[in-house]
Antibody, heavy 117, light 112 residues
Framework: QVQLQESGPGLVKPSETLSLTCSVS????????WSWLRQPPGKGLEWIGY???????NYNPSLKNRVTMSVDTSKNEFSLNLNSVTAADTAVYFC???????????WGQGTLVTVSS | DVVMTQTPLSLSVTPGQPASISCKSS???????????LYWYLQKPGQSPQLLIY???SRFSGVSDRFSGSGSGTDFTLRISRVEPDDVGVYYC?????????FGQGTKLEIK
């Protein structure tokens, strides 16, 4: 199983852009789908979207206008950008993957991003 | 979006006793290829979710055979044959056939 590790700022100001990176180890990023999910404190899970290794993307319509995902095969990592953030975007953000796009067999440890001035 | 509704939202179980969690989807999760894209995850306290069951009833690698998934169409059940203390956490069902992928609210399992 691959190992995933999220990284990025833990604090983002309102209206700014949240940027996270997920580093993949123990396997190649090529040929697989890579997803981002989030979990507001004390709440359930929300799927944000996925990016395929060739750059093909699919986003949750609830965030579609604000989210961008990309993949860097040379670095074996993929990224999430969420712009115009508000307090409602405060959450633990997870990167995840699996043998199929909709199956999350491997997860990162998660990183808490707080939106606050 | 497909709504996933879990019941109960919490349950308290004596070790060694069975437990079951229900999950209902607002649309069928049966694909034309015959597969049902229903998943079960367990999020232990302070941890990331971990996959237990995929495609309705297949146990993920390393998952105890005490866990089993069943159901069809829009009604699904996760059963734990004999609950152990390490099973505590929040269980989520998820659907992977309709975009966006969605999750149930979660069912918190506690040990008596």
């Amino acid at each position: 199983q691959v190992q995933l590790q999220e990284s990025g700022p833990g604090l983002v100001k309102p209206s700014e852009t949240l940027s996270l990176t997920c580093s993949v180890s123990g396997g190649s990023i090529s040929g697989y789908y890579w997803s981002w999910l989030r979990q507001p404190p004390g709440k359930g899970l929300e799927w944000i979207g996925y990016v395929y290794s060739n750059g093909y993307i699919n986003y949750n319509p609830s965030l579609k206008n604000r989210v961008t995902m990309s993949v860097d095969t040379s670095k074996n990592e993929f990224s999430l950008n969420l712009n115009s953030v508000t307090a409602a975007d405060t959450a633990v953000y997870f990167c995840a993957t699996g043998l199929l796009v909709q199956e999350f067999g491997s997860w990162g440890q998660g990183t808490l991003v707080t939106v606050s001035s | 979006d497909v709504v996933m509704t879990q019941t109960p939202l919490s349950l308290s179980v004596t070790p060694g006793q069975p437990a079951s969690i229900s999950c209902k989807s607002s649309q069928s999760l049966l694909h034309s290829d015959g597969k049902t894209f229903l998943y079960w995850y367990l999020q232990k306290p302070g941890q990331s979710p971990q996959l237990l069951i995929y495609e309705l009833s297949s146990r993920f690698s390393g998952v105890s055979d005490r866990f089993s998934g069943s159901g069809s169409g829009t009604d699904f059940t996760l059963r734990i044959s004999r609950v152990e203390p390490d099973d505590v956490g929040v269980y989520y069902c998820s659907q992977g056939i309709h975009l966006p992928y969605t999750f149930g609210q979660g069912t918190k399992l506690e040990i008596k």
